[in-house]
Structures are given as C-alpha cells and as structure tokens.
C-alpha cells in the first residue's frame, strides 16, 4: 500500500530531551515536507525536501532540523524541545509533479512539559 | 510569499442540504494548483479535490466541486447533498513549488 508512514503517533517529553520523529514513504516521490498544526492557523511548513541531500527552511524552521540521506526518509529533530513546539506534526510527500497534491502521514501529537 | 484565506472558521449545514466553503489567495505566479483538504477527527489528511490554474473548467468529484475564479483569486468549495461523515476540517491549499495552507473551516453536518 502506498503510504506515508510516521513515527511515533503520540509522543509527552520534556523540555530540553531531543527527539526524533520519523518519516518514511513508499512511493519513490521526489518532494517531502514537514507541517505542524495549530489551532487557528492551519498547516505550517517547517522543512521541505526537493531530493536527496536538498532541503531548505519553510515558514517556521526555527528549533527544528531535518535530513534527507535518503529518498524514503525525512526525520524531523528537535535538538532541545521547548513547550512553544507542542503540536500535531505532519510529514508529507510529493512526486515532482505537483498537480498530485501531497500524500500525508497519519501526524504525530507532540506535548513538550 | 502566497498567502491562503479562510475567512469562515466554522461552518454548519443540514444533511442533504449544500454549503459551500470559500478560499482566497495571493500570488503573482501564473501556473500553480489549488487543492482542497479534508480532516475528519481521525485527524488524516485526505485530498479532496484538486484544480490547475491553467484549467478554466471547473473541477468535480462527485458532491463535491469547486468554483475557480482565477482573476479573483477565489477558490470555493461545494459540498452537495451533505452527509454527516462530511463532518470534518477543510482546508483550502495553494501550490507551486511547495504547499501553503488557510487555517481552515471547522463544518458540522447535521442531522
């Protein structure tokens, strides 16, 4: 099945604990990109990915690193989590042509205490 | 930078009745595409339906079409013969090289 698949689905830390939220997909897409939502202000973009070894800052990449070592994968890292970045966190992934939209991972509730 | 507007926070309508969700954005770009989002309380995200700006015909996917006005910058949503597993967040979405969202409209179908 074709899917975009994250890790954990729910995820308590506590500020300053680094963590990493996983993301894999199968579809062999080009683009991917990570969002957090808030209520009120929809999806944000954090990081995005054009390809291995691309990536580059969205609206709100501040606190936030990512990599792309491989196509499939796109971890999101939060070095030092601070309670500003509770929120339900989506990864997300696109072939290169954009008409097929994003196919999104199942999101991942993230409370930083 | 392409700004989204959802100027309709919450929205509620009877079953099997029409409403209809609106969506503005900003952009100099000519070429890009709209999509629109549904969010049930499952909280996944599920492409509703899609529209390319260079396309004048308006997209259709079953009780669900859009009104494209491209000189306006306006990208509605209608919804025919509501169901209650309607009942979702929509969110409006703009893409050229990367995906920006509204804040979306909170719809309650009724029974």
């Known amino acids: 099945e074709a899917q975009v698949t994250q890790n954990p689905r729910y995820l308590i830390t506590v500020t300053g604990k680094k963590l990493t939220v996983t993301c894999s997909q199968n579809?062999?897409?080009?683009?991917m990109s990570w969002y957090r939502q808030d209520p009120g202000l929809g999806l944000r973009q954090i990081y995005y990915?054009?390809?291995?070894?691309?990536?580059d800052k969205g609206d709100v990449p501040e606190g936030y690193k990512v990599s792309r070592k491989e196509k499939r994968n796109f971890p999101l890292i939060l070095e030092s989590p601070s309670p500003n970045q509770t929120s339900l966190y989506f990864c997300?992934?696109?072939?290169?042509?954009?008409?097929?939209?994003?196919?999104f991972g199942s999101g991942t509730r993230l409370t930083v205490v | 930078a392409q700004t989204v507007t959802q100027s309709q926070p919450e929205m509620s309508v009877q079953e099997a009745e029409t409403v209809t969700l609106s969506c503005t954005y900003d952009?100099?770009?000519?070429?890009?595409?709209l999509f629109w989002y549904k969010q049930p309380p499952s909280r996944q995200m599920i492409l509703v339906i899609r529209?390319?700006?260079?396309?004048?015909q308006n997209a259709t996917e079953n009780r669900f079409s859009v009104n494209f006005q491209k000189a306006a910058k306006s990208f509605s949503l209608k919804i025919s013969d509501s169901q209650l597993g309607d009942t979702a967040m929509y969110f409006c979405?703009?893409?050229?090289?990367?995906?920006?969202f509204g804040a979306g409209t909170r719809l309650t179908v009724k029974p």
């Open positions: 997300a992934s696109s072939p290169r042509n954009p008409l097929y939209g994003y196919t």
């Open positions: 979405a703009f893409m050229d090289n990367d995906m920006r």
């Open positions: 990915s054009m390809n291995v070894e691309v990536t």
């Open positions: 579809m062999n897409h080009e683009y």
């Open positions: 529209q390319e700006a260079y396309k004048q």
């Open positions: 952009t100099s770009e000519n070429n890009y595409y």
